[in-house]
């Protein structure tokens, strides 16, 4: 039993946000004695959920104890208006310096919340809103669970941000909903962008026992308590197969990783070792195993790049670095968009979906525009289908979205955005066109992926209210806009630009003028690479292969493919021409173009990858084969190498903002933070820039 007192905690992380706990006792029609309902609060509204660090758990310990020694009918935790607990205060374990104290944090939390679990009166958890990582493990030591059909979040995250759950949820759940369901949960939902269970599928799979609704959660709750502490209610428990189907469920979860982290992300392997060990269904040896896990991957790189992560993402991405007072932000009251293509038609159902304005797209000849305007329409039925709008909003946002081939029709429009064919020239032209008709102060942006927009707003009257605006595909569900400042771009605009990229509920990070900005440069240098060594006479597998133990979502080659080649091959024109010493362009992709090809593999029927003979023979290998740790090498390098030139360049404020790129635009994994990160642990960046790019404690165990 790992005892602190209160001062020991303080001591332990004298900065912690508090969640105290707080008992009280109350009376339930039907039961005999008193009920002690516990409530969770950290002090703050729900913007700042309650967590766990050691004074927390110090409080929640003494709270239970309290509870047990009046004897009471039934024990029962609960959390503040819409959130019962969102896991451990990741800036506890960032703290750790010496694995003893990662080693006290985790058998600190499995010694409180195991007292629910061995309590010899019912213990209840009233999940009234959001729960994840360790609250969930605290509503699964409780015997029983209600859930408010509200919840916002219920997931155990920990796997994505290179962790596990380490305080009993890899032990408790596939021992209660069964180890095939609990793999969904810890490993393919966490590896999936972090999938949250809504209440409903967390009733379904065993995780919670009843739901009720919002209004009268509480009562509803203790009534259903009093049901079960008199044996009127018998909730279910699952047999668990623990032969065949738990050698199953390991198997899968063991392709899951694989497939998604390639082996990368230490937190997911260990969660494998413990589902594993969850068979035997020994708390004390799964408990004892949990902490000293839990205290090797506190202990390392990977989770530190993982941590500093989750902070870009939580904190850097909601201040972006450089952004204008965001007082001088304009009012948008209508959207112009210019095209109706697929990007555009993504763009206009985001706009009017987040802003709720009218969008006009125009384009050049009515069949388009009709078919821009259709896929908004029919976007929205779908949404209508699967009830993520109402009958009155789908109708609201069709109503919203509406074509023209006049760009009069953006007379009164305070935004105007093009998506267009990727020609200086045509960009060009159709900035003049709109320029006639719209106001001095109408913001006109760009969703160009490599051009220079300088240029693009050289010949207009009003230079200085062109931005670049660059989504990532498919629109709705990337969360990076580039926000791009060209020379002459004045505060006002960006500040529109800013306050319109938060209204879309997307991360922006600023950007210098540059060609293709960040990720599309940081790609097109690394898969140049790759593309290179292919060229050199590297075979194809094993080129695509070399960047496997980065755990990237996607291979280079399938990468290209996603992209689209010609898409791919013009973007690498664009910066052969920008800085022809460090980008090439392939002659070979040049005839994988021409030849209308759109991938290097085929899959047969069974699913088998292949590389497409056509492709083989088409392609004129050197003589000059590279082993898959070269490839690796040099493609690394050369991205070491791109990033210290974009820094010396200002392309953004710091190496923080351009992990940040790569997280949220191309969906690098968490446990690289990013790529510097990497990088800096894995001595490429001191080898080719003569240092780090982040100082040794960010993104790095202390030393």
Same mark, same amino acid.
């Given at each position: 039993m790992t005892a602190l007192t209160a001062d020991e905690a303080k001591a332990l992380f004298p900065d912690e946000v508090v969640t105290h706990a707080r008992t009280r006792f109350v009376s339930v029609p039907g039961v005999d004695g008193k009920v002690a309902l516990i409530t969770i609060d950290n002090g703050h509204d729900h913007t700042r959920p309650s967590t766990f660090g050691p004074q927390s758990l110090v409080s929640l310990s003494a709270a239970f104890d309290e509870a047990a020694a009046a004897s009471p009918a039934a024990i029962a935790v609960t959390g503040k208006p819409f959130i019962f607990a969102v896991g451990a205060d990741l800036t506890a374990v960032e703290g750790a310096t010496e694995r003893s104290q990662?080693?006290?944090?985790?058998?600190?939390?499995?010694?409180?919340?195991?007292?629910?679990?061995?309590?010899?009166?019912?213990?209840?958890?009233?999940?009234?809103? /959001?729960?994840?990582?360790?609250?969930?493990?605290?509503?699964?030591?409780?015997?029983?669970?209600?859930?408010?059909?509200?919840?916002?979040?219920?997931?155990?995250?920990?796997?994505?941000?290179?962790?596990?759950?380490?305080?009993?949820?890899?032990?408790?759940?596939?021992?209660?909903?069964?180890?095939?369901?609990?793999?969904?949960?810890?490993?393919?939902?966490?590896?999936?962008q972090n999938k949250m269970l809504k209440p409903k599928q967390a009733l379904d799979l065993g995780i919670v026992d009843v739901l009720f609704d919002s209004a009268d959660y509480l009562e509803q709750s203790l009534l259903w308590l009093a049901s079960v502490v008199r044996g009127d209610v018998v909730p279910a428990r699952r047999e668990i197969d623990r032969g065949e189907g738990w050698d199953a469920a390991v198997a899968r979860a063991r392709a899951i990783v694989e497939g998604k982290t390639k082996g990368a992300a230490p937190g997911a392997l260990k969660a494998l070792e413990l589902l594993e060990l969850a068979r035997a269904n020994d708390l004390d040896a799964g408990y004892a195993a949990e902490t000293e896990a839990l205290a090797d991957v506190v202990m390392s790189d990977e989770l530190r790049a993982g941590l500093y992560s989750f902070n870009l993402v939580q904190k850097r991405a909601k201040r972006p670095a450089g952004a204008p007072d965001k007082s001088l932000a304009r009012k948008v009251t209508k959207v112009g968009i210019v095209g109706a293509g697929l990007m555009a038609s993504q763009m206009a159902l985001l706009f009017a979906r987040r802003l709720e304005v009218p969008v006009v797209l125009t384009d050049i000849d009515q069949a388009r525009v009709d078919k821009g305007v259709g896929y908004v329409h029919a976007e929205v039925d779908k949404l209508l289908g699967k009830k993520r709008v109402s009958p009155d909003q789908a109708n609201r946002l069709k109503a919203l979205v509406s074509g023209s081939l006049d760009k009069a029709a953006f007379a009164d429009a305070d935004f105007v955005i093009e998506a267009v064919f990727e020609d200086l020239g045509v960009k060009q032209k159709v900035f003049a066109e709109v320029e006639e008709h719209v106001s001095p102060e109408a913001v006109l942006a760009t969703n160009t992926s490599s051009l220079s927009i300088t240029e693009m707003a050289s010949g207009l009257k009003h230079p200085e209210r062109v931005v670049g605006f660059h989504f990532f595909n498919p629109v709705a569900v990337m969360p990076l806009l580039e926000i791009v400042r060209a020379g002459q771009t004045d505060d006002a605009t960006l500040a529109t630009a800013f306050a319109v990229g938060k209204q879309l509920k997307k991360s922006s990070v600023l950007v210098k003028d540059a060609p293709a900005f960040v990720v599309n440069r940081l790609l097109t240098r690394f898969m140049g690479e790759v593309v290179k060594s292919i060229d050199e006479g590297t075979p194809f597998e094993v080129a695509d292969k070399a960047t496997e133990p980065l755990g990237l979502p996607m291979s280079p080659l399938i990468l290209l493919q996603l992209v689209g080649p010609a898409v791919a091959l013009h973007v690498a024109e664009t910066m052969n021409r920008a800085f022809p010493d460090r980008f090439g362009v392939s002659e070979n992709m040049k005839e994988f173009v021409a030849a209308g090809k759109t991938a290097v593999y085929q899959w047969d029927s069974a699913g088998k990858q292949s590389v497409d003979p056509e492709v083989q023979e088409l392609w004129a290998f050197g003589d000059k084969p590279l082993?898959?740790?070269?490839?690796?090498?040099?493609?690394?390098? /050369?991205? /070491?190498?791109?990033?210290?030139?974009?820094?010396?360049?200002?392309?953004?404020?710091?190496?923080?903002?351009?992990?940040?790129?790569?997280?949220?635009?191309?969906?690098?994994?968490?446990?690289?933070?990013?790529?510097?990160?990497?990088?800096?642990?894995?001595?490429?960046?001191?080898?080719?820039?003569?240092?780090r790019f982040l100082a040794p404690g960010v993104a790095s165990v202390p030393a």
């Open positions: 990662a080693v006290t944090i985790g058998q600190l939390g499995h010694d409180v919340f195991r007292k629910f679990t061995d309590s010899p009166v019912p213990t209840f958890a009233f999940v009234n809103g /959001a729960v994840m990582g360790g609250g969930l493990e605290l509503a699964l030591s409780c015997h029983y669970r209600t859930l408010t059909s509200n919840a916002a979040a219920i997931a155990l995250p920990e796997v994505f941000l290179g962790l596990f759950p380490g305080w009993g949820g890899t032990q408790l759940l596939p021992n209660l909903i069964g180890p095939n369901d609990a793999v969904t949960v810890i490993f393919e939902n966490a590896l999936n082993t898959g740790e070269e490839v690796f090498a040099r493609a690394l390098e /050369a991205l /070491a190498e791109e990033i210290r030139i974009m820094l010396d360049e200002g392309v953004v404020a710091e190496a923080q903002d351009i992990d940040l790129c790569m997280l949220l635009g191309a969906g690098w994994p968490f446990w690289l933070g990013g790529i510097t990160p990497y990088l800096d642990r894995s001595g490429i960046s001191e080898k080719v820039t003569g240092k």
